[in-house]
T-cell receptor
Framework: ETGVTQSPTHLIKTRGQQVTLRCSSQ?????VSWYQQALGQGPQFIFQ???????GRGNFPPRFSGLQFPNYSSELNVNALELDDSALYLC??????????FGPGTRLLVL | KNEVEQSPQNLTAQEGEFITINCSYS?????LHWLQQHPGGGIVSLFM???GKKKHGRLIATINIQEKHSSLHITASHPRDSAVYIC??????????FGTGTRLKVLA
């Protein structure tokens, strides 16, 4: 059984650019959630996907968007990057409402 | 006011000490989770609780639903326990609402 993986591990972008982050769910998990964790803060919920449909969204603007694929892997896309988007982005997979398993995160720096 | 609050924010202990981290929440939940985050970011799920008490090795987690309060205890603490411990709640939508974490440092 493979765990949750994320790519890339680190990324540097400039303001205004677009970024795509990727997440592979743990085998058998049909739900993926994305979180943003600013330095020194707890993670904040961005959105969740269940069987390829958005299943809840946090207080993030529309330039944060996502996809879940038939194999339950997922992408987080952020358009028009801002300096405040610099953070650790975590994805977590689960089977419905069971405990979530977190990936190692992607650290994004926006200059 | 955050929906999930933790105390203390920072904690330094000597190896072998008994450690307690507290979590209070303000809304109804379906489950409460204790998570551990090491430097570098990876988060590991320690416990998922909806009532009572759970134990795993030197870690014990308790929850009081009526008081909306949970505690994480570490017995015989060790420097490798140094990490950020995060309390999170879930309700019907399954999203986690996180506390800000407790940064624990255990000195040898």
């Amino acid at each position: 059984e493979t765990g949750v993986t994320q790519s890339p591990t680190h990324l540097i972008k400039t303001r205004g650019q677009q970024v795509t982050l990727r997440c592979s769910s743990q085998s058998g998990h049909n739900t993926v959630s994305w979180y943003q964790q600013a330095l020194g803060q707890g993670p904040q919920f961005i959105f969740q996907y269940y069987r390829e449909e958005e299943n809840g969204r946090g207080n993030f603007p529309p330039r944060f968007s996502g996809l879940q694929f038939p194999n339950y892997s997922s992408e987080l896309n952020v358009n028009a990057l801002e300096l405040d988007d610099s953070a650790l982005y975590l994805c977590a997979s689960s089977l419905g409402g069971a405990a979530q398993y977190f990936g190692p995160g992607t650290r994004l720096l926006v200059l | 006011k955050n929906e999930v609050e933790q105390s203390p924010q920072n904690l330094t202990a000597q190896e072998g000490e008994f450690i307690t981290i507290n979590c209070s929440y303000s809304v109804g939940i379906s489950a409460l989770h204790w998570l551990q985050q090491h430097p570098g970011g990876g988060i590991v799920s320690l416990f998922m609780l909806s009532s009572g008490k759970k134990k795993h090795g030197r870690l014990i987690a308790t929850i009081n639903i009526q008081e909306k309060h949970s505690s994480l205890h570490i017995t015989a603490s060790h420097p490798r326990d140094s990490a950020v411990y995060i309390c999170a709640t879930t309700s019907g939508t399954y999203k986690y609402i996180f506390g800000t974490g407790t940064r624990l440092k255990v000195l040898a």
